[in-house]
């Protein structure tokens, strides 16, 4: 992509792997091996160093139990503002996608807000997320396929979707310069 966005401080994941981790009393190595990830791997997210993928930091979401905003999502303010192009920011491994965390469900709601970009190219292939999870998606600009594995729909500006979350989904930009907003739920 062009434009890099500015990648997410690494203590902010550390601390929340950490936390999280604690919180389920999983070992390290017990973790790992639930995301499907290397143990070094985790240990070096741990210790804030490393690069993570969007696709590890899901699997590891899933392997604890907890959405995806919860290990990336950074200490917020009495009152936030998030420019554009700037924010907490994960980019894809295998395909031209990046997803910046606009708001993190609060306590009591079940619900994260992402800003999208994405490029024409290859697909970007979701695992399932967590048990009951619905994604809605509204098109701001260019176009995208998206949805549960073999119900993509093709969308337009100004178009909305929703679908189940928690079966294989994808999203696809069909034109350059595509961009949307996600709202993940979780039940």
Same mark, same amino acid.
């Given at each position: 992509m ?10 902010w ?6 936390r999280e981790?604690?919180?389920? #009393? ?9 995301? #499907? ?22 699997a590891? #979401?899933? !392997? ?5 905003? !919860?290990?990336?999502e950074?200490?917020?303010p009495?009152?936030?503002?998030? *420019? ?21 469900s609060?306590?009591? !709601? ?12 290859? !697909? *970007?292939?979701s ?8 994604e ?9 396929k ?38 993940m739920?979780?039940?």
């Amino acid at each position: 992509m062009a434009d890099t966005p500015p990648r997410l401080p690494l203590d902010w994941i550390a601390s929340s792997l950490r936390r999280e981790r604690a919180r389920t #009393g999983l070992s390290l190595s017990e973790l790992a091996k639930r995301a #499907g990830i290397a143990k070094s791997t985790l240990s070096q997210l741990e210790a804030a160093s490393g690069n993570p993928s969007v696709e590890t930091l899901w699997a590891l #979401g899933v !392997a604890l139990g907890v959405p995806f905003s !919860a290990l990336v999502e950074p200490p917020t303010p009495a009152v936030q503002v998030i *420019r554009a192009g700037q924010g907490p920011t994960v980019a894809s491994e295998k395909a031209e996608y990046a997803a910046t965390l606009l708001s993190a469900s609060p306590p009591g !709601a079940r619900r994260d807000i992402y800003h999208l970009r994405a490029e024409p190219g290859a !697909a *970007r292939e979701s695992e399932p997320h967590i048990p009951g999870s619905v994604e809605h998606l509204i098109v701001s600009t260019g176009r995208v396929k998206a949805g549960p594995a073999g119900e993509e729909v093709e969308l337009a500006p100004g178009d909305y979707m929703s679908y189940r979350a928690d079966v294989p989904h994808s999203y696809e930009a069909l034109a350059p310069g595509t961009t949307f907003v996600l709202v993940m739920q979780h039940v």
